[in-house]
């Protein structure tokens, strides 16, 4: 958070509203309550609330309170009248509230248009598979999760209208990050054994350091969500490094934050994200200089032999394989039952919520072998596919993979164009970053269930939307047709 703080100055532009002080004012609890997991989930809730009545006058502070969420607790509830509601769905609902009615002025461009288009496709196709396979009450459910993320995909371009706009909210965005990172650190290195802090408590998930193994979550609800979190923030500020958006003074501060984010994430012992993280980074270096491009790939060669040299000294979680760790062991067998499911159901798939019941019964098609490994064939039954493309398919047809696969090479390609068009090295620098991160959660997504519990998707979609809109003020018509 020092590091953030610091790197203010360097990138402040000229501010027609200054950041909001008001929702950080919970912080100052913190002495009173403690850093309990109720006492923090207090606090994070008003500082989300607290965010939202800031954007009653600049609607832009929405994504304050999104990003909020989205870092931290996802799967809070609130008891409103004796109606529980996430706050997620909260925040979402309230936004569109505060930000929609100024959507029809809004600039999106052809992309963005197509982009909406594509987006409401994919949320029509999903809610017709489960309205066809899924009872009323799941429908409306997924539905609810579904629609928070267009709203967020929707709103991102309406409030980013310009580079301070993206700048306010990055700082905003980087605050959090940070607290989280800090938190993960705090929670790896425990004092007298026990963490310094605790986890945010929710519905969903048993978010004990101890029960995780001793694995960083940081301020999310366990140590993949906090690694999906570190990824979509950490590439943007190398991006930022990259293509040196700010002074040279301060890029030793954005530096040490990024090293410290880095350094969360291997706390984490996420195996995917180090898979998702090196080719982001190889990809974003070929949109870089070829004297830029070599260095950078050099730097990631060493890196990560260095990373998995380390890995192997110390026997971490990392070297584990499907011949000794139960949660690789488990991957092939799921992934072998949701291929067949979706081969036998191509047109609307099966429904987002039958692979539990039905998983069982397609054992007798997996290798024998696979099945004893690591006693994986309990798996059935008992998970999700934790394959993203897997899960699409089986559970919504093929016509809906397809759709949501668009949907990513679009959002690739927005990121792509508007860093080649941008002359602004902040935002160059944040397409270049964001153009990584989404290829860091395309790969994750072949190890984990991200659509179906982050908005991540949505967010990068919604931001490349806006780059592109901004990118468009010094046009160049080629790069509109380039789909």
Known sequence: MTAATMALPAVAQPQPFPLP??????????????????????????????????????????????????????????????????????????????????????????????????????????????????????????????????????????????????????????????????????????????????????????????????????????????????????????????????????????????VLMFGALYFTQTRSWIVGAMPALVAMAFLLSPRMRKDVLVLVLVVGVAFWAYSEHTGSRYTLGPSNDDSAATRPVLWNVGLDIAKENPLLGVGHDKFLEISPEYASRVDRTLLRQQNAGDALGRFEPHNDYLNIWLSFGTLALAIYLLMMWCTLSNFRDAFKRLSDPLLRGIALGSLGALIALGINSFFHNFFDSVLTLWILAGLSVALMTLASKDPQPELEQAW
């Not at 309550?33 to 600049?58: K, W, Y």
């Not at 936004?95 to 594509?118: C, D, H, N, W, Y």
């Not at 809610?127 to 997924?142: D, K, R």
């Open 21 to 258: 002080r008001l929702p950080f004012l919970p912080l100052l609890a913190l002495p009173f309550m403690g850093t309990d997991p109720e006492s923090i989930d207090r606090i994070i809730v008003a500082m989300e609330l607290l965010f939202l009545v800031c954007a009653v006058r600049q609607p832009i502070w929405v994504l304050g309170a999104l990003m909020l969420s989205e870092l931290t607790v996802r799967n809070y509830f609130l008891n409103l009248g004796g109606l529980h509601i996430s706050t997620r769905l909260f925040i979402a609902l309230v936004s569109a509230l505060i930000v929609l009615p100024r959507l029809p002025k809004a600039e999106f461009g052809q992309r963005g248009r197509s982009m909406v288009l594509i987006a409401g496709l994919l949320l029509g196709l999903m809610t017709l598979a489960n309205a066809v396979s899924s009872n009323a009450s799941y429908l409306a459910q997924y539905f609810r999760y579904t629609l928070t993320g267009f709203i967020a995909f929707l709103i991102i371009p309406v409030v980013l209208k310009s580079r301070d706009d993206v700048m306010r909210i990055g700082i905003v965005v980087l605050l959090i990050g940070m607290a989280s990172t800090v938190v993960a650190l705090m929670q790896h290195y425990a004092f007298r054994g026990a963490p310094i802090i605790a986890t945010v408590p929710n519905d969903v998930f048993d978010t004990g350091v101890e029960a995780w193994g001793g694995r960083a979550l940081g301020l999310a609800e366990n140590p993949i969500y906090l690694t999906n979190d570190l990824l979509l923030l950490v590439l943007p500020l190398v991006g930022v490094l990259l293509t040196k958006a700010v002074p040279e003074k301060w890029r030793w501060h954005i530096g040490i934050s990024a």
